[in-house]
């Protein structure tokens, strides 16, 4: 074999006899990322491969377990205006219709994750070869940072794979896996990782031999897809139903699935070359939208966030958390063994007798073969991830545990004596954790003999699905605890703030802000359909009377009087809502709430009898802005209050913590963002006016009205997080 060094760093050539293998692998990142240097650098890559004698390129990349992870986010906000955009998404179009017409056969040789960029880069090559590791998961993931595809992958996704399943994966960003990405054709052979350079490189020879065909057409569309894809007037149904799909889900706030559709279009009823210019074109004004910005941000925000350990610097190392003890097998107690047994982790799942336990762990292979029936894990794998999962009534295995997570009701009283119960049975050094949504840990630590190691990880239900981990360090919380939490947290998939403890944290005290200016609205006379529909068309995913019956009517009681208690009069329940409570009525999980649900859990209308409840049918009109205004501002003004108090270490954090786990829209930043985006002066004359009306709820943060005064924003006007 011999080398030799093309003029980029980040692209080598090396022959194995007539085949060209040409490695990426931009130095000093742990992932490839793509920009318009490498892009270029391709080209270079293919002339000396031709000058070499090469017959045929393989591309694979020189990191472990990644192809090409997108594009440099970096260079995309270094463009200052659309036509600078558009510019670098025609560099992208020109390189990669390099590689599509290079006379020598292009294969790439996929191994972990192949997304945005990376996967355009892979519908330019002739013949795509994948590994069936689980790591590897092929994506066009443009449209969750606001923006589509830029370098082709409208224009050949849809000819590759067929028209509706390239809309699917343009218009969500859904992760492709290998069998699946081989059953539609998105690739054309599945290997193990071990031979996928073996296989990559004889496919190259015999495609430069003539003994294999290039792999081009949508395959396997079952008998509608020819009749919808192959005619423009099956083809208007799709568009016209994506279309509607699109609005149902978005109201319209996100422009680049709209736009979507119209390039995707183009290159269909125009030609290639038209459907390649409006790509460059759409692309390049999405970048200057306020929703691509904003949704770059979280980007940044959470790629920084994995570098925070969760303590000040230097931070110790944390432990590994091989085993996991949890307490309480009930819906939050399944669902976090639930994920970790999918991370390798051996589970004792504990409840107070059999049936629970058995229930639980029911629960935990309903999740399991979930996955199973989505094709992410086969029927042997998901059998070995069982395995790892055990149950108890007693505290048999808890011995050995690295970590424990108590998941037991929200009662201090009995969070107390499971605390006391354990204790003795648990190592020096295990980490203790409470999975409370509102009591202090302070206060839970008061039945230990070791507050160091206790701490509150906070998961979202369902666990399995929501992305938060709020991890709440206690007053006495030591910092090899809140590091081993926060390590395996991300372990399990999770995006991870930590927040100093105070009633309710973060993520549950702003919430309850939101949900109980709903309810006061409610003591007013609003509709219960006005308030929702008025909350969902601002970008909220479901509207605050909506989240109660999810969450529970029974729970959000309990939570209002825990806040109420801790925050007196500025969170007093609305009297609607202390009526419903009183009443019984749980919402979806009693089939009964606010709304009536059928035997499936199906959400129907707005159940009349409630209004009886909450003391009168007769509703009056409120204003949507007027409902916007209340429910939005109330939780704002509570964020603020919760970094003015330090119960948020940062203004990234709090943003982080509303979009990922208490669904603030994410096209508008997060509360911190949404108050740099109107400026902090008029965020604080409207709190003056609602507090004229309504007081003390309120009453601007000291920290805004401070901001205010000084004209200061919350982050730079960059676009990225400080750190």
């Known amino acids: 074999m011999s080398t030799a060094a ?21 130095p000093g990142q742990p992932l490839n990322t ?77 191994h972990g994750a192949c997304l945005g960029g990376g996967l355009e880069l892979a519908l330019a090559c002739a013949y795509r070869v994948a590994t069936d590791h689980p790591k590897t998961v092929l994506a066009l993931p443009e449209v969750q940072l606001g923006l589509i595809p830029g370098a082709g992958g409208t224009q050949r996704l849809p000819r590759l794979v067929g028209l509706q399943r390239a809309l699917d994966m343009i218009l969500t960003g859904r992760n492709v896996r290998g069998r699946k990405a081989l059953a539609m054709g998105l690739v054309d052979d599945l290997v193990h990782p071990a031979i996928l350079l073996d296989v990559a490189v004889r496919r190259a020879r015999e495609l430069a031999e003539g003994t294999r065909e290039r792999m081009r057409g949508p395959v396997n569309r079952g008998a509608a897809g020819p009749l ?14 994506a279309r509607a799909g699109v609005m149902a889900k978005t109201h319209g706030h996100y422009p680049a699935p709209l736009a979507a559709l119209e390039v995707v279009r183009a290159g269909y009823d125009d030609g290639a070359e038209a459907g390649f210019a409006a790509e460059a074109r759409r692309f390049g004004e999405l970048t200057q939208t306020p929703v691509a910005k904003e949704l ?35 819906f939050m107690g399944a669902g976090i063994a639930s994920v970790a047994v999918q991370q390798g982790t051996i589970v004792r799942l504990k409840d107070t007798d059999h049936a629970r336990v058995g229930k639980g762990l029911a629960a935990i292979r309903g999740v399991i073969q979930e996955r199973v029936k989505k094709k992410q894990l086969t029927r042997a794998e998901a059998a070995d991830v069982m395995v790892l999962a055990g149950g108890t009534v007693d505290h048999s295995g808890f011995a050995t545990a690295d970590m424990v997570i108590e998941a037991v009701f929200e009662d201090l009283a009995l969070k107390h004596r499971v605390l006391r119960d354990v ?4 190592r020096a050094d295990a980490v203790y954790a409470s999975n409370t949504s509102t009591i202090p840990i302070g206060r839970i630590a008061e039945a230990t003999a070791h507050p160091e190691r206790v701490l509150g990880m906070h998961f979202f239900s369902p666990v399995h699905k929501m992305p938060l981990l ?194 603030f829209p994410p096209f508008r930043g997060g509360p911190f963002r949404y108050v740099d985006a109107a400026g902090a002066d008029d965020v604080v004359r409207r709190l003056e006016v609602l507090h004229g009306r309504f007081t003390p709820r309120f009453a601007p943060a000291a920290l805004l009205v401070e901001m205010a005064r000084a004209r200061r924003r919350f982050y730079p006007a960059t676009g990225k997080p400080v750190t």
């Open 6 to 26: 093309t003029s980029a760093e980040s692209v080598r050539v090396e022959m194995q006899g007539d085949v060209a293998v040409v490695t990426l692998d931009v």
């Open 34 to 110: 793509l920009s318009v240097s490498l892009s270029g650098a391709f080209g270079a890559a293919l002339d000396d491969a031709a000058q070499r004698g090469a017959r045929g390129v393989v591309l694979v990349s020189g990191k472990p377990d990644s192809f090409i992870a997108g594009a440099d986010i970096e260079q995309l906000l270094g463009a200052r205006t659309a036509a600078d955009a558009e510019r670098m998404s025609q560099e992208g179009h020109r390189a990669f219709a390099a590689i599509e017409r290079s006379k020598i056969p292009v294969v790439a040789a996929i």
């Open 228 to 241: 919808l894809e192959d005619n423009p007037v099956g083809r208007a149904v799709v568009f016209r139903q």
């Open 296 to 330: 770059m941000f979280l980007f940044f925000a959470t790629t920084s966030l994995k570098k925070d350990p969760g303590v000040s610097e230097p931070a110790p190392e944390p432990r590994d958390v091989q085993r996991l003890g949890v307490l309480g097998a009930g």
């Open 423 to 426: 204790e003795p049975q648990l």
């Open 470 to 663: 709020e991890v709440i360090a206690g007053p006495a919380t030591g910092a090899d605890a809140v590091v081993t939490a926060v390590a395996y947290g991300r372990r399990l998939g999770k995006t991870v703030i930590v927040v100093n403890d105070g009633p309710g944290f973060y993520t549950t005290r702003t919430l309850a802000a939101y949900l109980n200016e709903a309810g006061k609205l409610l003591d007013e006379g609003a509709a219960i359909e006005s308030i929702d529909r008025a909350l969902v068309d601002f970008g909220f995913p479901v509207g605050p009377i909506t989240l109660m019956d999810e969450v529970g009517i029974d729970v959000g009681g309990k939570v209002g009087l825990v806040l109420s208690e801790a925050f007196g009069a500025r969170m007093a329940p609305s009297d609607a809502m202390r009526r419903v409570v009183e009443s019984g009525l749980l919402g979806r999980k009693g089939g009964k709430g606010f709304y009536r649900y059928d035997d499936a859990g199906k959400k129907g209308e707005v159940d009349p009898s409630v209004y009886e409840v909450m003391g009168g049918g007769v509703r009056r009109e409120v204003p949507a802005a007027e409902i916007v205004e209340r429910c939005v501002l109330a939780m704002v003004n509570e964020a603020a209050l919760c970094l003015e108090e330090g119960i948020l270490r940062s203004a990234r954090d709090g943003d982080i913590g509303a979009v990922f786990g208490i669904g």
